[in-house]
Structure formats: C-alpha cells, structure tokens
C-alpha cells in the first residue's frame, strides 16, 4: 500500500489531516472510499493461504481497508511504528490484558480507572484465569515500585484517571516497568495524543477509546492500540482474528473523520476547560475541582510536565448533598447529564456518595462529585449555564 509522504517531521495537524489518506486509485477521488465488504476476492490457489493471517485480502475480521486506514493514523499521531483499531475502548483494553497475562503471570494497575479495566483486572482475570492483580495508587510511585513482583508481567496506568483526573508518572513508571522487563501500557483516552504521547515517554503500549476525543462526535465507537510492530502483531492475531473484537468499516470511516480536527477540537478543549475550571474554582458552592490545569491540582506539576495541554474532562463537587447534585444536573441548559466525553457536546455525570468504587478515590471525592467534559461550545455559555444552575441549587 502506497503512503503519502507524511512522516514524523510533519505537526501534528498535518498528520491529523493527511496520514492514511490517499486518492482513491479506481475513481481518483481524493478521499479514500468506505469499503463495506466482508470478503476479498481469493488468489486463483487458495489453498496455501494462512486463514487467520492479518496482512488483509481475505476477510474483514482480519483486517479491512478502512480499519488499515485509521491504524496508518494513529500510528502517526502517536509516533508508535504499529496499531491495531478494535470495536471499542474496551476491547482494547482486554486485548492488552488477554494477550499479554496468562495463570500465574501478575499485573499492577491504576486503582483510579475506566470501570471495565477495574472488572478485567479486579475481579475477571483473578477469579476465572488465575491471574494475580495489584490495584495500586500509581500516582505515587513507591506504590507502584513496592507492588512488583517476580512475575510482574504488566503495568498499566491510567493518566489522567477517570474519573478522579489522578495523574502518574509516565517516564518514572517507564524505568521501572524496563528495569524488570515487563509490559508497559498506558490509557490515554484522556488526553488524546495531541496533549500527551505515553510512548515518547516510554511505554510499551499506548491504548485509545477512539470513541472519545479521537472521534469527537459522539457517534461512533472504537478502540486502538499503539505500540511495537511485534506486539501490535500479536494483539492483532489474538484480539482481533482468534477473538473478534474488529472495528466496522463504516465506524473506522467515521473515526477517520472525525479525527482530521482533533488537533484544533483538543486546543479549544483545553482553553475552555482552564477557563471554566478557574470559574468553578472562584465559586464559594464549590467544594473542590480537580483539573490537572489548575496549580492547585496534586498532579499539576507532573501533568505540566509530560502533557501539552491538560484536556477537556475535571472533576469538581458541590458544597451540599447528594440530591442537591442532582438538583443542579436538572438546572443544566446546555449541558447534557450523559455518560462518555470527547464529545462536541459538553457532558456531566454525577457520581453519588454510594459509588462502588468510593473508597478507592481520594478522601474529597468520596462525598460525591461531578465527571465534567467541557464540549466546544462558546465558554461563557457554558460558564452561564453552570451559573444559573448554581443560583437555582443554592437560592439566597
Ligand atoms: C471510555 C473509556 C474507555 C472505554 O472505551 P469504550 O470505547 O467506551 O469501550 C477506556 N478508557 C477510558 C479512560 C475511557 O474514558
């Protein structure tokens, strides 16, 4: 497959816009069509084919066209050599974990997390495939160092965490993950790799819900994996072929899309979020935010350190209860209470004081709090909604 000339010494905006895009050599048509096939037509002696190959021409579970697109992409905008594009965040996530643990192997994880890497690596892979798990604070890095074990064969963090925006040392977590020749991985769905790039600091793998900011649109779902050509190649034999979690084509076209603007939508994510952080800050309703962004942050110096912009999502909770929090949710104008982030669109989420995972988040959240993805409206109406519904919740 021919490639446009588009390499790493391009910015990042050229290769948002033009990596795995190329004229379409049957029409001419300078954007690359949505290959809809499940087959490809077979060699005149098939008979030699390896049917679980995924170098392409056999069958989409084992690799299309446009999920090949994309994957070009994301290699691109990640500086990994190879990806691998899947149905969802999470079917990345597990082909991390499936593919690289077996019995007896043992993994030490972000106790702050996705909710679905919490099940896989909490409580699915110990209980069912005798996999051994440590859930740790991995923002604090003598936690992370003292949960080694000699069969420690995975490290996977999250930063920032969802939903607490918890931020962990990706280069430190790096040289200990190398000194006992483990596997490295990062989800850095939060981010997105305009603001940070976990495999320039050293990890191994670098996972992305593409449903998220990648795609940006709220309407399609997928999931990658960045990383070495020798471990992509294996995540693709396993998750993909032997286990099914491809892409669609039309959602891969979708993502493709989509993430031609992420550099400009990531730029406007950060700058308004910033904003509305420090006005929710300087309103005496709110008990605290937590935005990497913000000087105040725990994790800000770090965040400051190995991003290029702190995101779009923060966390913040308000000085009343539990119904209150609902109340203001109510209030909303503009903002959409709904699961999910990365959207054009802004969306709350109110995590209460009965939340599972309560305990494992720090002390101030555990009274309940606000998971906030600033969308790319206009700032002050976003900053007027959420003043308005704090007036409501809290009348004089
Ligand atoms: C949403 C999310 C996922 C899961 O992605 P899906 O596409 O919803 O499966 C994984 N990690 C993080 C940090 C997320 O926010």
Same mark, same amino acid.
């Given at each position: ?60 579970? &084992? ?17 990994? /050599? ?15 974990f499936f593919t690289f643990l077996k019995s007896g192997d043992h993994a030490v994880f ?9 099940r896989l690596l909490h409580e699915l892979l110990p209980s069912k495939y005798g996999i051994e798990t440590s ?7 003598? /936690? ?5 074990r000699p069969n420690t064969r995975l490290?996977?963090? /999250? ?48 996972? /992305? ?32 072929? &032997? ?110 004081? &009965? ?42």
């Open positions: 497959m021919s490639r446009k000339l588009i390499d790493g010494s391009f910015g990042i905006k050229t290769r948002a816009v033009h990596s795995g895009n190329e004229v379409d050599k049957e029409t001419g048509a300078i954007r690359r069509p949505i290959t809809m096939a499940n087959s490809y037509a077979l060699p005149y002696d098939p008979s030699d084919l390896n049917w679980s190959s995924s170098e392409g021409g056999i069958y989409t579970r &084992n690799g299309g066209a446009n999920q090949r697109y994309l994957e070009q992409k994301l290699t691109d905008l990640e500086s990994g /050599e190879d990806c691998v594009v899947l149905a969802s965040g999470v079917s990345a996530l597990s082909a991390v972000s106790d702050n997390t996705y909710i679905a890497a919490y859930m740790v604070d991995t923002s604090r890095i003598d /936690e992370v160092r003292s949960a080694i490290i996977h963090i /999250e930063t920032p965490a969802n939903p607490t925006l918890k931020i962990s040392d990706i280069k430190e977590i790096a040289e200990i993950s190398k000194s006992i020749g483990s596997i490295f991985s990062v989800d850095n769905t939060f981010a997105s790799p305009c603001n940070q790039r976990p495999l320039e600091l050293g990890a191994n793998l670098c996972v /992305e819900s593409l449903t998220k900011y990648i795609n940006g649109h709220g309407d399609a779902m997928g999931g990658a994996v960045i990383g070495n050509s020798n471990l992509i190649k294996r995540i693709r034999q396993e998750a993909m072929v &032997n286990q099914g979690a491809t892409a669609s084509p039309f959602n891969a076209w979708l993502i493709m899309r989509g993430s031609v603007t992420l550099p400009l939508r990531m730029r406007q994510h950060n700058e308004s979020a910033l904003e509305i952080a420090k006005f929710l800050e300087s309103r005496k309703e709110v008990r605290f935010v937590d935005y990497p962004g913000l000087e105040s942050h725990s994790g800000h110096e770090i965040a400051a350190r190995q991003m290029q912009g702190f995101g779009g999502v923060m966390a913040f909770g308000l000085e009343a209860s539990n119904d209150a929090h609902n109340r203001f949710v109510s209030f909303l104008r503009v903002i959409t209470s709904a699961v999910s982030l990365g959207h054009d669109e802004s969306l709350i989420v109110f995590l209460g004081e &009965n939340d599972e995972r309560r305990d494992l988040y720090p002390e101030h959240f555990r009274k309940g709090f606000f998971r906030f993805s600033v969308g790319l409206e206009d700032a002050f109406d976003l900053i007027k909604d959420i003043s308005q519904a704090l007036d409501k919740t809290f009348p004089r």
